[in-house]
């Protein structure tokens, strides 16, 4: 099983940058693929990127690639999400989620792929 905290978030311009941290305690974080979703008031909640248990394979919503960079460091259990060029759009609460499957691939964007969650951290980006 794995604990996860969100931290990182807070209120931004439009173009700026946020940096979001995902750490985690509980045993072999490194078997977990990570993901980040997001939800917006009234919206239902969305994938945001993955990234697999090595880090080799990292994957994007089309509406933030070239903008967010996920990544991860095992050594200190902590996964992050680089925002760039944040959007008002982008305003929401982002979760990471922890999944303990063997595939990656086909399972990386489906919310019911992941068994942990953490509690989330808003993001706020104004005109």
């Known amino acids: 099983q794995v604990q996860l905290v969100e931290s990182g978030g807070g209120l931004v311009q439009a173009g700026g940058s946020l940096r979001l941290s995902c750490a985690a305690s509980?045993?072999?974080?490194?078997?977990?693929?990570i993901a980040w979703f997001r939800q917006a008031p009234g919206k239902e909640r969305e994938f945001v990127a993955a990234?697999?248990?090595?880090?080799?394979?990292?994957d994007y919503a089309e509406s933030v690639k070239g903008r967010f960079t996920i990544s991860r460091d095992n050594a200190k259990n902590t996964v992050y999400l680089q925002m760039n060029s944040l959007r008002p759009e982008d305003t929401a609460v982002y979760y990471c989620?922890?999944?303990?499957?063997?595939?990656?691939?086909?399972?990386?964007?489906?919310?019911?792929?992941?068994?942990?969650w953490g509690q989330g951290t808003q993001v706020t980006v104004s005109s």
């Open positions: 989620a922890a999944s303990p499957r063997t595939s990656y691939s086909s399972t990386y964007s489906a919310s019911q792929a992941y068994a942990y």
């Open positions: 990234i697999s248990r090595s880090g080799s394979n990292t």
């Open positions: 509980g045993r072999a974080f490194s078997r977990y693929h």
